[in-house]
């Protein structure tokens, strides 16, 4: 079982910066970041898996980075050029096999964190 623990969301203006964390416990291959709008089916922003690689999502290459600290079960997302298009929640995930920008495939979500980018 993998218990996963969001952190770091808040309102920041168009062009800042926010990151987020997710602290974990229990072993998994492949963590990721994804974020649902009202309404809107759960997007992929970021994987990476246990070897370091990774999936960014068009929409965000450039601006985000996901990257994690194994000494302290921690995963990141340093999101730069904010836009209030990023406006959402955001969730971290783990548990999939195959480490793609797909929500149905992670067995593990963290409560999710807001962000909020005003113009």
């Known amino acids: 079982e993998v218990h996963l623990v969001e952190s770091g969301g808040g309102s920041v203006q168009t062009g800042g910066s926010l990151r987020l964390s997710c602290a974990r416990s229990g072993y998994t291959y492949c963590m990721g970041w994804f974020r649902q709008a009202p309404g809107k089916e759960r997007e992929g922003v970021a994987t990476?898996?246990?070897?370091?690689?990774?999936s960014v999502a068009e929409s965000v290459k450039g601006r985000f980075a996901i990257s994690t600290d194994n000494a302290k079960n921690t995963l990141y997302l340093q999101m730069n050029s904010l836009k209030p298009d990023d406006t959402t929640m955001y969730y971290c995930?783990?548990?999939?096999?195959?480490?793609?920008?797909?929500?149905?495939?992670?067995?593990?979500w963290g409560q999710g964190t807001q962000v909020t980018v005003s113009s």
């Open positions: 995930a783990a548990g999939a096999l195959w480490c793609r920008l797909r929500a149905y495939e992670f067995n593990y």
């Open positions: 990476i898996s246990s070897d370091g690689s990774t």
